[in-house]
């Protein structure tokens, strides 16, 4: 145990003894200038960590982020143990360079492994973005110019009509479903008893409106000229539909079909419900504002005594729905039962 001690201080005791005789120590016994000059000339860490640098920054392409680090690392440590062995002020100065150098080469490394950490996953993104764009592509935003005879778009997607025959006269009708309603994509054309074709209240449709905008009834007609399993709508069935498509200041907007209405009146048509401006027959025998009124009978009825030319007359109005031409709002009004306006079925 003793010779250990005494084997243990005579190292430590050595190796005191040889840091005094270093030929690079000035105050050495051993000290050589030409030594300290060529140490200087070749101990430039400029090259060193340039190249450790590069070494450094190839070496992130082949390993990882954590690779790269501790490559740099220990890179540093090696030059500020090279330099250890330098005299007391050209240490300091090193271990200070190195120290510098060892700050440029970890925040040099660390950019390295972010940009390269960063490349190879946008490599991978790359494929991502293309199965999105190809994505994308197959399944293309829709608008109403879109349409055909057999399919329509409705929220961006494009949907086949559906279809209705009316057992009566043969005629078949569009039909769409929008929110949990399914709904005649265009106005009853049904030649039901008084109903007439606007601009002809003969009865016949000698300027053919019918075949655009279907017949005008009055509402007691308009109650029973649904074909079966359909039924003229009620004013809360009306209410739904407008609930469903964002609300009644947007709805004459979104339900208006593409084309049709004048000034520049069209809608977006966003569900294929492609209301057009039918028009209407008023109660003094005159026709008016096709083209840029759509007006629809719903069930509702009030009645009552009403002032009306100097003097108190019994009235019955009916519930009705229009859109115009100038408004993106849907407008709830009511008219009197013998004029005669559009009728849109909706199914039982």
Not at 119 to 136: D, K, Y
Request: net charge negative; proline share 3%; glycine share 8%.
């Amino acid at each position: 145990m003793v010779l250990s001690l005494m084997f243990i201080a005579f190292l430590l005791l050595g190796c005191t003894q040889v840091e005094r005789d270093n030929p690079y120590d000035p105050d050495g016994i051993n000290y050589n200038p030409d030594l300290v000059k060529k140490s200087s000339s070749s101990a430039e860490p400029t090259p060193s960590s340039s190249s450790s640098e590069t070494l450094s920054s190839s070496s992130v392409t082949a390993s990882s982020s954590s690779a790269v680090l501790s490559s740099s690392s220990s890179v540093v440590v090696s030059s500020s143990s090279a330099e250890s062995s330098s005299s007391s002020a050209l240490s300091s100065s090193s271990s200070f360079a190195v120290s510098s150098s060892s700050v440029e080469l970890s925040s040099s490394s660390s950019v390295v492994v972010s940009s390269s950490s960063v490349e190879p996953f946008s490599s991978s993104a790359l494929p991502s973005s293309s199965s999105v764009a190809a994505s994308s592509s197959s399944v293309e935003t829709c608008t109403a110019n879109n349409n055909t005879s057999t399919h329509y778009c409705s929220e961006g997607t494009m949907k086949e009509y559906g279809s209705l025959s009316d057992s009566r006269d043969g005629q078949i009708y569009k039909t769409v479903i929008i929110g949990k309603q399914t709904w005649m994509a265009e106005n009853l054309n049904y030649a039901a008893s008084s109903s007439i074709c606007y601009g002809d209240n003969t009865g016949s449709d000698s300027r053919g409106y019918c075949d655009t905008y279907g017949r005008l009834y009055d509402r007691p007609t308009a109650l029973n000229a649904c074909p079966s399993n359909w039924h003229l709508p009620g004013e809360r069935e009306w209410e739904v539909l407008i609930e469903a498509v964002g609300g009644s200041e947007v709805a004459g907007k979104k339900l208006k079909a593409a084309s049709g209405w004048k000034d520049n009146g069209n809608g977006t048509d966003d569900y294929g419900f492609s209301a057009l401006p039918g028009g209407c027959y008023g109660e003094d025998g005159s026709f008016g504002d096709v083209g840029d009124t759509g007006y629809w009978w719903n069930t509702r009825t009030m009645s009552g005594n009403y002032y009306y030319n100097g003097s108190y007359s019994y009235f019955v109005f009916s519930g009705l729905c229009h859109m115009r031409s100038e408004t993106d709002t849907f407008i709830y009004n009511i008219s009197l039962i013998n004029s005669l306006r559009s009728v849109r079925c909706i199914k039982d």
